[in-house]
Structures are given as structure tokens and as C-alpha cells.
């Protein structure tokens, strides 16, 4: 192999690190924000911002979604303890 050659797989294997290595993952996550716009961003900005609304309103949503899984009944919904049978039974 030729010192030519050498070099030239020498700038190669360093561009492949740099490429591969050096992925600039803040930047892409910060594109993927402003693309996407998940809503999980949406309520952290909301909670920074101190609305409360923002956050109820996504509870409300979520527990009407679990009371239609669960037939109807809230998931907030407490079952009434019975009360003991003194009898000893």
C-alpha cells in the first residue's frame, strides 16, 4: 500500500468517526420538535407556564378514555368498603 493511499484511508476512517460519532443529537431533537410538535412538548411548555387548564384538560380527556375501557365506571371511582360481619362468620 502506498503512503498515498494510507492517507487517503486515514481521511476516511476520520470522516466516518466524525460523521458517525458526532451526531449533533440537541440539534436533531430540537428539528424534531418544531416538525413534529408532539403533544408531550406541548404540556411540558404548558406546565412551565404554569396554565393549569392545559394539564386538566388532558386528564379529563385520559380518565373519559379509561371509563370507556372500563364500561363505564370512572377510573377515579372508589368501591364503598363493606362493612364487617360481627358474627365472627
Do not use: C, K
Not at 424534531?32 to 411548555?45: A, D, E, G, S, T
Amino acid at each position: 500500500m502506498s503512503y498515498q493511499h494510507r492517507w487517503i484511508l486515514v481521511v476516511l476512517i476520520v470522516v466516518v468517526d466524525l460523521v458517525v460519532f458526532f451526531l449533533p443529537f440537541s440539534a436533531l431533537f430540537l428539528a424534531y420538535v418544531i416538525l413534529v410538535n408532539p403533544r408531550w412538548f406541548r404540556r411540558f411548555l404548558d406546565h412551565l407556564d404554569g396554565d393549569p387548564s392545559a394539564s386538566a384538560e388532558e386528564l379529563d380527556s385520559s380518565e373519559s378514555r379509561t371509563r370507556d375501557r372500563l364500561g363505564g365506571e370512572s377510573a377515579n371511582s372508589r368501591v364503598e368498603p363493606q362493612p364487617l360481619d360481627p358474627g365472627g362468620g
